[in-house]
């Protein structure tokens, strides 16, 4: 088993920087391909960006493209997504998401794996 917490969320003015964490408990952290997704109120949750196992290899939404970065420390056991650049359109609670790298996460585009670990998610606000 592999529990996720999230960390950094926060209310910030549009333009500014906040830097989300993802601490992971368990075994095997170095293994697994993590992703971060967010959930606006009243709509659908979808994929922010994702990372596999090494960090060598990263993707991201189109939304979130040359603004956000994603990256991971597996000696801490975690992942982090730095968020620059923030519009309000950002606003969302904010969830990472892991799965060992299995023969499904290699055969899987790094924004379709189907996560089987979830975070309790964190608030981002972006004011105008």
């Known amino acids: 088993q592999v529990q996720l917490v999230e960390s950094g969320g926060g209310l910030v003015q549009a333009g500014g920087s906040l830097r989300l964490s993802c601490a992971a408990s368990g075994r095997a952290f170095s293994s697994y391909a993590m992703g971060w997704f967010r959930q606006a109120p009243g709509k659908e949750r979808e994929f922010v960006a994702a990372?596999?196992?090494?960090?060598?290899?990263?993707y991201y939404a189109d939304s979130v493209k040359g603004r956000f970065t994603i990256s991971r420390d597996n000696a801490k056991k975690t992942v982090y997504l730095q968020m620059n650049s923030l519009k309000p359109e950002d606003t969302a609670v904010y969830y990472c998401a892991g799965r060992y790298t299995d023969a499904v996460v290699v055969a899987t585009p790094l924004a379709r794996i189907p996560y089987d670990y979830w975070g309790q998610g964190t608030q981002v606000t972006v004011s105008s």
């Open positions: 990372i596999n196992w090494s960090g060598g290899s990263t």
